[in-house]
């Protein structure tokens, strides 16, 4: 083959095998960009925060069984091959998503509506378990040995961006159901928000046609021709004493540090904006969307450096300046959205709605919350709601207690701080972007071709899967428990972090020898 050939036809394997990957990342990510929706959706009411962390740990659940889905399509990839076994994965993320769109809501079917969508967001987990290692090993046997982080940092990217295109799809129905903001928000959280799960039909029917035109694994379809194909890959992958080392290392030494710096620098941080922040829904998504854009490129960037100077410490360094630094960063984004040091226009102040609620029971049922509801304006341009509580607690035992403070909720901030959080969103997914970029390659060459696609799909989904996608609610849930330090839910992800980073320091080796296992 000339080596015009040969490169066009890597191109087509990346575009063949990106373009699938991608869709399945928006599938899975589209349900955590609309957690606030969906626990609206499909969880009692009456406690937003008890349906948001419940949304969370559905979620999260479907992170939980990826390393299932890994040994499930990982053995069928070492034994059948690779193209076919993400084809089937695409199959059942892409039907999965479409379905959880049609779920009736808790209001129509009561607790049906949460469980249907659990089981399908377990589907959804087990055809990712399946996925991402068969791409990016089905990219790795195809790419010269010498260029490998350079080609597989371009499946990298398509975590991101399947994100980034969940959060666009979200922004533009929202925008396209109604000529106005308010009646357009208010059919999105009724009915619109399924759309962003439909589309995913489509989607997928575009990415099967594509699938179906590629060819098997040159590396594999070779060790089929000569026979040498694994007889039972889980075997010879954890039954065997040297491999099974090397994927406890690439767990504990990569990819679960990997993980959790992954989903706090785009998930945690969407939610921490959200949620901690108070950012109105639009800036939230669009602030997370620019950083997005301006910092992917340097997954390739990080992915093609890896090939002159080695995996291990790109992806250590961007570990280690991240939980060194993520106080510092979220601190920041905080601090710049509460209202000291702005200037009220005070012939702006609007009232807005008032609401009076029912404390959830305590010693009685009376207790009661009355807020009134106004609409702030700052002189740099920001718009802040001002929330004043008046809560009413009466006991028997004692006279009734009036205790009154104020909140600011749902925030449009200024021009300036709005560029300076992307400025922030951008560092954290920049870190990202370290230790991701060069994974795949790393993981590849850790194990021989016979196994690899099982080998490594399951220290993957174990440290990205289970310790990353556990973040948003382990984190979310720190902080209802600390709640006088909104920074709490950071040390999950600090400590997970400093543990990987020692253990991958002192035990992963910085070769480059990709010939090593084939």
């Known amino acids: 083959m000339t080596q015009v050939s040969a490169s066009k036809t890597i191109w087509q394997v990346i575009a063949a095998s990106s373009v699938g990957t991608l869709i399945e990342w928006y599938d899975f990510y589209i349900f955590g960009s609309l957690a606030t929706v969906i626990a ?13 962390l419940s949304t969370l740990a559905t979620f999260a659940a479907g992170f939980i069984v990826r390393p299932f889905g890994a040994l499930v399509f990982g053995r069928l990839g070492d034994l059948i ?49 399946g996925e991402y290692g068969g791409a990016a090993t089905y990219v790795a046997e195809h790419a010269p040995v010498n260029r490998r982080g350079y080609y597989t940092s371009w499946i990298q990217t398509t975590a991101t961006l399947g994100l980034f295109f969940s959060l666009g799809v979200i922004l533009i129905t929202r925008h396209f159901l109604a000529p106005d903001l308010e009646t357009s928000i208010k059919r999105f959280n009724d009915w619109g928000w399924r759309i962003p799960f439909w589309v995913s039909i489509l989607l997928v029917g575009v990415s099967i046609y594509i699938r179906l035109r590629m060819n098997e694994s ?9 026979g040498k194909v694994s007889k039972n890959p889980l075997k010879e992958s954890f039954g065997h004493k040297a491999n099974l080392k090397m994927v406890l290392l690439a767990l504990f030494g990569a990819t679960m540090g990997q993980g959790v710096v992954w989903y706090t620098g785009q998930f945690y941080a969407q939610s921490f904006l959200e949620n901690v922040c108070r950012i109105n829904f639009d800036q939230s998504r ?7 854009l301006f910092a992917t490129p340097f997954f390739v960037v990080f992915g093609g450096w890896s090939d002159k100077i080695g995996r291990k410490w790109i992806m250590l360094i961007g570990m280690l300046v991240a939980i060194c630094s993520y106080q510092f960063i979220f601190k920041q984004m905080l601090t710049l959205t509460q209202p000291t040091g702005k200037t009220e226009l005070t012939d702006h102040r609007k009232f807005i709605g008032e609401k009076t609620e029912l404390i959830p029971k305590q010693k009685t049922t009376t207790d009661s919350v009355h807020k009134s509801i106004w609409e702030v304006h700052y002189s740099d341009g920001a718009v802040f709601h001002e929330v004043k509580v008046d809560s009413l607690f009466k006991d ?5 207690v009036t205790k009154q403070f104020t909140y600011y909720d749902e925030k449009k901030v200024d021009t300036w701080t709005y560029r300076k959080l992307i400025g922030w969103v951008f560092v954290l997914i920049l870190y990202v972007t370290m230790v991701y970029g060069p994974i795949a390659a790393f993981l590849v060459e850790l194990f021989p071709t016979r196994i690899r696609y099982t080998s490594m799909s399951l220290p993957y989904h174990i440290g990205n899967g289970v310790f990353g996608g556990l973040t948003p609610f382990i984190a979310t849930l720190l902080t209802t428990i600390h709640l006088s330090d909104k920074l ?19 035990y992963i080796s910085n070769r480059i020898d990709p010939d090593v296992n084939d």
């Open 40 to 52: 609206d959706q499909f969880f009692p009411k009456e406690n937003p925060t008890a349906a948001l």
């Open 81 to 129: 091959g690779r193209k076919y076994t993400f084809l089937l994965t695409l199959i059942l993320m892409g039907g999965s998503t479409f379905a959880i769109g049609l779920v009736p809501g808790y209001a129509t079917i009561g607790f049906a509506a949460p469980l249907l969508v659990l089981l399908l967001r377990l589907v959804q987990g087990l055809a990712l378990g």
């Open 218 to 226: 040159p590396l594999f379809a070779q060790l089929k021709s000569e």
């Open 286 to 292: 669009t602030i997370l969307i620019w950083g997005i």
């Open 396 to 400: 028997p035992a004692r006279a009734a």
């Open 488 to 506: 709490s839910g950071l040390w999950y992800t600090i400590i997970i972090g400093a543990v990987c980073f020692i253990i991958g320091a002192i």
